[in-house]
């Protein structure tokens, strides 16, 4: 029998190709997606090159029929309502469209020919241009789902929608996919979605095929928000909504973590819920660049559950799975676990507060395990784990012990190397020798003699001076928190000799920084922690922080009169170490590296001590020589030590380089460190800033 020519045009041939794509779209949604269904119908779409199927599943979500009202029910028996009719046929429709653009995006990874490409951006040209109805049916029917008896269907059907109208495969998303992605009515919808929950309260998830892949709607909610247009159209969306909606909005991304770790008994469900954690701490930290998100993730306590997943993640792997080597779940954990610690140390007011907190359940150990599956050869240093941004905090006696007392440090020590590459090992021997000098300023040396007096009078033997105990009674701090006595005799002298001129305008600076320096305990402890530090790195050999040879000048004075003075920044992230000489009086360090005049910036309070210690300084000649440290405090705020330091020819080794005198001072840099690859810089400042 002769086949029988079907016209385009022909009723009877539209009829045809509509069971056609229909059984086709049906294997599809029973298969969840395959790429064999998927392609099979794909390539008959490409091949008829009609839409009139795609337009006839568009025409019951118009605009115009959506209820005013809750969603329309109907009793057996009863006549059919025109409301009841036109929102039967709307949710018919979205859950045929769903399969519909799922194995549209499935088509887009398999490299596709041309005329598949050219057939998929005119699907995707004819769902835009119908979006203002279909996101209205879409939006109407998640808000009124309560009503249905269980609406998993239209969760993953909206969002395989989703999926394919703003994001692309190959992770380049085209003018469409920007298009769409910033409307107002596509976060609307992404975050009605994010908030939907089952009967029983928990979030629903929209599962990929594979457990490998995730969760379909935390993986469009990191492609939806991983550029800046995306965020910006989300920031400007969540400026125009209610305290309630954006308290539901931040909600829904918080406490999904909890939901997402929830009966992980087998290593499949481990897979996805990696990576679908991954997924939503790309999505939701990102987001939290912007100030206002990121104080309504703090007042949530996101930082806490989102560590709290992660911990379990981990512990689960270990614990019930010892051996547990899915490069998938790693992968997904050794990212998961970066974003969180970069973005407390880049965003948190209290990075040390907040790491130590994170730390004590278990994110460094989480870290320890990820290292392995942390190359990341595109980068600056080949890996992520564990990230340079930490240094600096490992140095903070809070974050330290936190990890001493765990056993952390043991953990890290015993690592192990086989499975790591070359880069990996190369940052993990820069972190295991930060955290060696650390157990040796905190743990070694924690009865070492410090001299932390202000006064510039005070006078240190040849063994060390006697040190401030931050318990004893005697120690004297005034009310600016800069200067600390060791007597009150000291306090008297220095307050006629200088502090009496600096005093008042350091209170001032202070309450304009909030107070941060508030206990006179936290304080001794703080600045002897910071001065023990100091000595050390001048008395280690070789050197593990780079010591820069620097001049400061007097504003307006030539070069050739400025004071010479050594620099150590232990607010950076440093991993290479400068060519030091034997230790001198004044150490040969090459080339002069810094130049900067000493009334420039918070230096100006300073300026008639500084000029003391410089005359002091040229009078005692090479016995003694000026340092200045930075240290990280907190957020964008540093501590600054301008400190006259004794060389002693006949002490130890460990002991030559001794503090006579020391100031304290808060200050800003406008960046602390430079953003990894792909991290979103903050178009407004998490911290408090200052001009």
């Known amino acids: 029998m002769p086949r029988r020519n079907l016209n385009t045009d022909d009723a009877a041939g539209r009829k045809y190709r509509r069971r056609r794509c229909d059984k086709l779209l049906s294997a599809v949604q029973e298969s969840r997606g395959s790429p064999e269904t998927s392609k099979a119908f794909v390539d008959y779409l490409t091949a008829e090159y009609s839409f009139y199927f795609l337009e006839e599943l568009l025409q019951p979500l118009d605009a115009s029929l959506v209820p005013e009202g809750p969603l329309p029910q109907h009793r057996v028996g009863s006549p059919e309502s025109v409301e009841w009719k036109n929102a039967n046929d709307a949710l018919q429709a979205l859950q045929k469209l769903g399969p519909f653009f799922k194995a549209l995006t499935h088509a887009q990874g398999d490299s596709p020919s041309e005329d598949t490409t050219a057939c998929i951006a005119t699907c995707l040209e004819t769902l835009a241009n119908s979006w203002f109805g279909v996101s209205k049916w879409m939006a109407y029917s998640l808000l009124h789902a309560s009503r249905m008896p269980d609406h998993g269907w239209l969760v993953t059907a909206c969002t395989n929608i989703l999926v394919c109208l703003t994001s692309d495969y190959h992770g380049t998303p085209s003018a469409i996919n920007r298009e769409m992605g910033t409307k107002s009515s596509t976060i609307d919808i992404i975050f009605i979605l994010l908030g939907q929950k089952d009967k029983e309260g928990r979030y629903y998830t929209a599962s990929h095929r594979k457990y490998s892949e995730g969760c379909t709607l935390m993986s469009l909610l990191s492609a939806q928000f991983d550029d800046n247009m995306g965020r910006e159209a989300l920031d400007t969306r969540y400026d ?16 999904r973590a909890a939901h997402l770790v929830k009966d992980i008994g087998v290593d499949g469900k481990l897979v996805y819920a990696a990576v679908s954690v991954q997924h939503l701490f790309d999505g939701a930290l990102d987001l939290a660049m912007y100030l206002p998100i990121w104080k309504e993730f703090i007042r949530q306590d996101g930082i806490a559950k989102f560590t709290s997943a992660l911990c379990t993640l981990s512990d689960t792997a ?13 992968m997904a954990m050794s990212w998961a676990t970066e974003k969180l610690i970069c973005s407390v140390i880049y965003r948190s007011a209290n990075p040390a507060e907040n790491l130590a ?3 004590e359940c278990g ?15 595109e980068t600056e240093f080949g890996c992520s784990l564990p990230p340079r941004a930490l240094l600096p905090y490992l140095r903070m006696r809070k974050v330290f012990e936190v990890l001493y007392r765990r056993g952390d440090i043991d953990a890290f020590r015993q690592r192990d190397k086989d499975l790591l590459n070359a880069d990996i090992e190369k940052m993990c021997e820069v972190f295991q020798g930060t955290l060696d000098d650390s157990t040796r300023v905190f743990i070694d040396r924690k009865d070492a003699s410090i001299s932390m007096c202000s006064n510039l ?28 006595y060791c007597s009150i005799a000291c306090q008297a002298e220095d307050w006629h000799a200088l502090h009496s001129k600096e005093c008042r ?24 922690d910071h001065l023990a530090y100091m000595e050390y790195v001048l008395n280690h050999r070789p050197p593990m922080i780079p010591i820069l040879n620097s001049l400061r000048r007097w504003r307006g004075r030539h070069w050739d009169d400025a004071a010479p003075l050594l620099t150590v920044d232990l607010a950076v992230p440093a991993t290479t170490i400068p060519y030091v000489e034997e230790p001198d009086p004044h150490p040969e360090l090459g080339p002069l590296m810094q130049k900067y005049d000493i009334t420039a910036g918070t230096d100006r309070e300073w300026e008639a001590r500084i000029h003391r210690c410089i005359t002091d300084e040229s009078r005692e000649g090479e016995r003694t020589f000026l340092v200045e440290a930075t240290f990280p405090l907190e957020g964008v705020t540093l501590i600054f030590i301008f400190a006259k330091m004794r060389y002693v020819p006949d ?10 005198s020391s100031v304290f001072r808060l200050g800003w840099k406008p960046e602390l460190y430079d953003l990894p690859p792909g991290f979103p810089a903050p178009r407004e400042s998490a911290f408090e800033t200052y001009e």
């Open 505 to 528: 305008p350091l209170r001032v600076q202070q309450v304009q920084r909030g107070g941060i320096l508030k206990s006179t305990k936290n304080i001794v402890r703080l600045q002897r």
């Open 651 to 660: 002490a130890p080794l460990t002991e030559r380089f001794k503090v006579v």
């Open 240 to 255: 125009s909504v209610s305290r309630t909606t954006r308290r539901a909005m931040v909600a829904s991304l918080v406490d």
């Open 363 to 377: 994110v460094f150990l989480c870290m320890v395990r990820s290292l392995w599956c942390s190359l990341r050869p």
């Open 318 to 330: 270990h614990v019930h799975w010892g051996g547990f080597l899915n490069i998938e779940f790693w």
């Open 357 to 359: 907190q994170m730390f």
């Open 457 to 484: 009078n005070h006078k240190t033997s040849s063994i060390g001076a006697d040190e401030a105990d931050p318990e004893a009674r005697h120690v004297k701090t005034c009310c600016c928190r800069a200067v600390v």
